[in-house]
């Protein structure tokens, strides 16, 4: 892990753990410089655009971005400062856009949370650095409301998968991890659906509702209708067991 004293760009996106895979590093480092440019190009809106280089140090983890000379420092702060206290924004489900963050921008930073919930138990953390301030960026910022309003297709159905997260900020809601891909999905439930769903805490559930899907058909919200928690596996009878029942029905 970086310190103090291995930063000297103006941003830098810091990647750690043992699985960080060529797949996952191109998508993080194309998500934070669409957030970077996006942010950038509203904060210049009217003024010369502050233009970027990329900056990367032989054997380490650090992404650097760093202003091209002769555009003012202000400028260049007030663009990492606005990153950084955007992505604490999300990070804390404020759900109003924060300040520079179009829905273009929204959606850089969806991508860039969606490396930590992809195989979320493998090794891999991610950092942002903006000038000598570090901010962990963690998979809470997958399922920021805010982010989730960059749904564009909505559909009845039902999602499975381990039923983790409680919240009551900014909306009453809990997060499932599905059981195939364990991708965490935010859901959104009525105040008469908390004991529901606080019996079937760390439990394998389905939820019915109506799901909101990105553009691409992967699903990351659904309002919910229902809750049905799975049988506990000792609920449930093995091979001998049903063998006997239905040697004895018939």
């Excluded at 502050?50 to 555009?71: D, H, T, Y």
């Excluded at 930073?109 to 490396?115: I, N, P, Q, R």
């Excluded at 919240?167 to 809990?174: H, Q, W, Y």
Aim: with cysteine.
């Amino acid at each position: 892990m970086a310190t103090v004293t291995d930063i000297d760009a103006d941003m830098t996106l810091e990647l750690n753990g043992a699985d960080v895979t060529p797949d996952r590093f191109q998508r993080a480092i194309r998500a934070f410089f669409g957030m970077v440019g996006e942010v950038t190009k509203s904060v210049c809106d009217g003024k010369p655009r502050v233009e970027w280089r990329v900056q990367v140090k032989a054997g380490s983890n650090l992404i650097g971005m760093n202003s091209v000379p002769g555009f003012r420092p202000e400028t260049v702060g007030l663009i990492a400062s606005t990153i950084r206290d955007g992505i604490v924004a999300l990070e804390e489900n404020n759900l109003s856009h924060p300040p520079h963050f179009s829905d273009a921008a929204l959606r850089h930073v969806h991508d860039l949370a969606e490396t930590l919930v992809i195989k979320r138990l493998q090794d891999f953390s991610l950092r942002l650095w903006t000038r000598k301030h570090s901010l962990a960026v963690t998979d809470r910022l997958a399922t920021s409301s805010t982010l989730l309003l960059t749904k564009q297709v909505e559909d009845y159905g039902s999602i499975d998968g381990k039923l983790q997260t409680l919240s009551e900020r900014g909306a009453m809601r809990f997060v499932i991890y599905e059981t195939l891909t364990d991708r965490g999905i935010s859901c959104f439930i009525k105040p008469d659906q908390l004991s529901d769903a606080m019996k079937s805490f760390q439990q394998r559930v389905e939820v019915y509702g109506l799901i909101g899907y990105r553009p691409d058909g992967v699903p990351v919200s659904i309002d919910v209708d229902d809750i049905v928690q799975f049988p506990k596996r000792e609920a449930v009878p093995d091979f001998w067991e049903v063998h006997r029942i239905l040697r004895a029905a018939g």
